[in-house]
């Protein structure tokens, strides 16, 4: 879900054709002669995620680049973390919130409404068919806050046994104590694994790369991934379990690992079985970056969404979007990353209606709360970024921004396939839309990882950073399998395409010399 800075490890020694190399942000380069162009954060008055690196100083960007002091432009081939959506230095986005801030900077969200708040609230919900939305600050936030909601709906029906929380292995859902106890990413879990609730629990992830036997059709593979969710719940006790939560397209756990069509419907069919909650955690993959509005809605037949929202069937006569996706719908979802582009921070919560009566019915009151919750300068954010990718079609929401993405993401996938996945040791390409990721193994027929000290993601990541592109990089524990990500702007061109897979091709081959 979030990003972890580049690590500095050591250089590892050369096996399975793998070319020693400094991994990004390393001790061992040479010393910056020149103070204003990089930042050795052993002098800085900052706590940094890496204490032992040097970093370059970014000054400024513009559409798909960034810049540094030093000069050098760089193409920002991940969005950061999948955050930024629309492009850096949007001028109408930088006007709604500077607008904002010279206006109503700050507002209690206990005493007060804010007519932005409100507004994208609306908007959201229209186009998702969910019924309120909730605003924070992060992705961890919004989690807590999903598992928190989750809770109190089972609570409020008078069903408060229901403690039990089922997600996947290899999973990750953000770094507060109840993100980290729901997902399963062990070297994040590691330092705080004493601390962390037992009442958290998992089952297989849907990669079917990894876990679907050859012989096995992707409707089997589902067929097994939803029983073994259903014995799950079982060995718990149905009447314990209160939510399932899942990230349709995995991100930093495992670099876009999509699920297999038909896997959410047939989860959520399984959740509505025993009562338990459907919960989607579209932090990453969300907002449109997969080449629909929401990730989950890319496992419905196309029919099955209006036209305004990326289908290609009839669109739905309810404005509130009745009709369509309830196969896949989630009871709760949450958003962050992309939702803002990065102009401030922004996550959400969308609500089923489902969910809100159970509130409606009990106490009526949601007990959470934060001090940033529906900050001004964060929906203000959020908003303007949803009115610039609906803004040259007006009437409906996130179509042509979105569309661009798929046609975009198509584009990117291509050439992934064409230059990239006959590479040596490149031995899985996967996502959806502008959400690629790239999956590295020591034997592409056996699909064995690289061990742990090699230092794969690390040292690919920096080879493409030296031919001028950001990527995000990790593994699928963070311990062992490697894999990087490629998450432009939504506004990306098909030149800076062309120059990203450029540079990822000459970063793997620098790495794995043929």
């Known amino acids: ?44 008055s900052v706590l940094h995620r890496n204490l032992k690196v040097v970093l370059p100083i970014v000054t400024h960007a513009r559409g798909s680049y960034l810049y540094t002091s030093s000069g050098q432009r760089i ?37 007060f409404a804010i007519q932005p708040a409100e507004e994208l609230a609306r908007r959201m919900c229209r186009d998702s068919g969910m019924e309120r939305a909730v605003f924070l600050s992060g992705g961890s936030e919004a989690v807590e806050s999903a598992i928190k909601l989750a809770r109190q709906y089972h609570v409020e029906r008078g069903e408060r046994q229901r403690t039990e929380f089922i997600a996947r292995e290899a999973s990750y859902h953000g770094n507060t104590l109840g993100a980290l106890s729901l997902g399963r990413h062990m070297a994040r879990r590691e ?65 876009c690992v999509p699920f297999v069509p038909g896997y959410l419907c047939a989860m959520k069919r399984v959740c509505e079985k025993y009562g338990v909650l459907f919960c989607l955690d579209e932090i990453m993959c969300g907002a449109g970056r997969t080449g629909k509005l929401h990730a989950w809605m890319n496992d419905l037949a196309p029919s099955s969404l209006p036209e305004r929202l990326g289908g290609e069937g009839e669109e739905s006569e309810d404005a509130e979007g009745e009709g369509w996706g309830e196969e896949a719908r989630p009871d709760i979802q949450t958003l962050g990353k992309g939702l803002c582009g990065g102009y401030a921070p922004l996550s959400a919560v969308l609500v089923s209606r489902k969910v809100c009566e159970g509130l409606e019915g009990g106490s009526g009151a949601f007990r959470n709360g934060y001090t940033f919750q529906s900050s001004g300068t964060g929906v203000a954010a959020g908003l303007a970024v949803y009115e610039y990718m609906e803004k040259h079609d007006l009437e409906y929401a996130l179509t042509s921004r979105v569309r661009q993405c798929a046609r975009r993401g198509q584009y ?70 490697d894999h990087i990500m490629l998450c432009p702007p939504y506004t990306v061109s098909e030149a800076e395409i062309d120059e990203l897979v450029d540079a990822v091709v000459k970063g793997i081959q620098e790495v794995f010399p043929q």
């Open 1 to 44: 879900m979030t990003a972890d800075t580049i690590a500095a490890t050591p250089a590892a020694p050369t096996t399975n054709g793998l070319k020693p190399s400094k991994p990004l942000g390393s001790e061992s380069k040479p010393a910056p002669t020149d103070e204003q162009n990089t930042h050795n954060v052993t002098d800085s």
């Open 75 to 111: 193409l920002d081939g991940s969005g950061g973390a999948a955050v930024v959506s629309v492009g850096h230095g949007v001028p109408e986005i930088i006007s709604a919130v500077s607008s904002q801030i010279s206006t109503l900077p700050y507002v209690s969200s206990a005493l």
């Open 191 to 255: 330092f705080n694994e004493p601390l962390l609730s037992a009442h958290f629990h998992a089952v297989s992830p849907c990669n079917s790369y990894r876990h679907q036997s050859p012989s096995e059709t992707e409707a089997a593979y589902v067929a097994r991934l939803a029983t073994e969710l259903e014995e799950k719940i079982l060995s718990l006790g149905p009447d314990r379990v209160a939510a399932f939560f899942a990230e349709p397209v995995v991100g930093a756990a495992a670099g």
């Open 412 to 481: 990117l996938r291509r050439l992934l396939e064409e230059r990239v996945s006959p590479l040596p040791h490149v031995g899985n390409v996967r996502g959806l839309g502008l959400f690629q990721g790239i999956e590295f193994v020591a034997d592409k027929e056996s699909k064995a990882p690289f061990a742990p000290g090699e230092h794969v993601a690390d040292k690919v990541a920096n080879a493409i950073l030296e031919h001028g592109a950001a990527v995000y990089h990790g593994a699928a524990t963070r311990i062992t399998g």
